[in-house]
T-cell receptor, first 114, second 112 residues
Framework: EAQVTQNPRYLITVTGKKLTVTCSQN?????MSWYRQDPGLGLRQIYY???????DKGDVPEGYKVSRKEKRNFPLILESPSPNQTSLYFC?????????????FGDGTRLSIL | DQQVKQNSPSLSVQEGRISILNCDYT??????FLWYKKYPAEGPTFLIS?????DKNEDGRFTVFLNKSAKHLSLHIVPSQPGDSAVYFC???????????FGTGTSLTVIP
């Protein structure tokens, strides 16, 4: 089954404790992206990757890191999480960046930073 | 600065009637628009899209209309069904860019 898998689905942690949210897709997609969803703000793009070893900042990259060492994986790293990073996070992928390529989303990761 | 806006946070419609969800954008450089549907505890799923060279795209019960001069697009669902109850996001992108910009979402409730 074609899918984007995120782990964990839920995480409660404390300020400053490094965490990684994993994202994996099995569709051989080139383009991958991370979003956060907050009330009243919709989905905002954090980082995206056009292909292996090619990543770039989205609208809200502060406090986040990403890497793309393999085509299928695109982990989101919070080196020193803070309460304002409490949010619902989605990973997405698409065949390419080209127009007309809809993104496939994972089911989300709800992070609570205390 | 929100470049894609959905000014109606919620909408309720009777089953069988038309649902119209609206989306406005500020960046005239956007040339591709998509609608996604999201159920609770799931990620958004792609619904329908439209290129800026068109003013209408239809897929079954779903039609998207684009008015470039007004920087406005709308999603029509006819007839609405209870299973259409979800949050709908519009999104926009530029042909020369690599980012996607999403609206804040509209929660649609279809009343049986």
């Amino acid at each position: 089954e074609a899918q984007v898998t995120q782990n964990p689905r839920y995480l409660i942690t404390v300020t400053g404790k490094k965490l990684t949210v994993t994202c994996s897709q099995n569709m051989n997609h080139e383009y991958m992206s991370w979003y956060r969803q907050d009330p009243g703000l919709g989905l905002r793009q954090i980082y995206y990757s056009m292909n292996v070893e090619v990543t770039d900042k989205g609208d809200v990259p502060e406090g986040y890191k990403v890497s793309r060492k393999e085509k299928r994986n695109f982990p989101l790293i919070l080196e020193s999480p803070s309460p304002n990073q409490t949010s619902l996070y989605f990973c997405a992928s698409s065949l390419s960046r080209g127009l007309g390529q809809p993104q496939h989303f994972g089911d989300g990761t709800r992070l609570s930073i205390l | 600065d929100q470049q894609v806006k959905q000014n109606s946070p919620s909408l309720s419609v009777q089953e069988g009637r038309i649902s119209i969800l609206n989306c406005d954008y500020t960046n005239s450089m956007f040339d591709y628009f998509l609608w996604y549907k999201k159920y609770p505890a799931e990620g958004p799923t792609f619904l329908i899209s439209i290129s800026s060279i068109k003013d209408k795209n239809e897929d079954g019960r779903f039609t998207v209309f684009l008015n470039k001069s007004a920087k406005h697009l709308s999603l029509h669902i006819v007839p609405s069904q209870p299973g259409d109850s979800a949050v709908y996001f519009c999104a926009a992108s530029r042909n020369t860019g690599n980012q996607f910009y999403f609206g804040t979402g509209t929660s649609l409730t279809v009343i049986p």
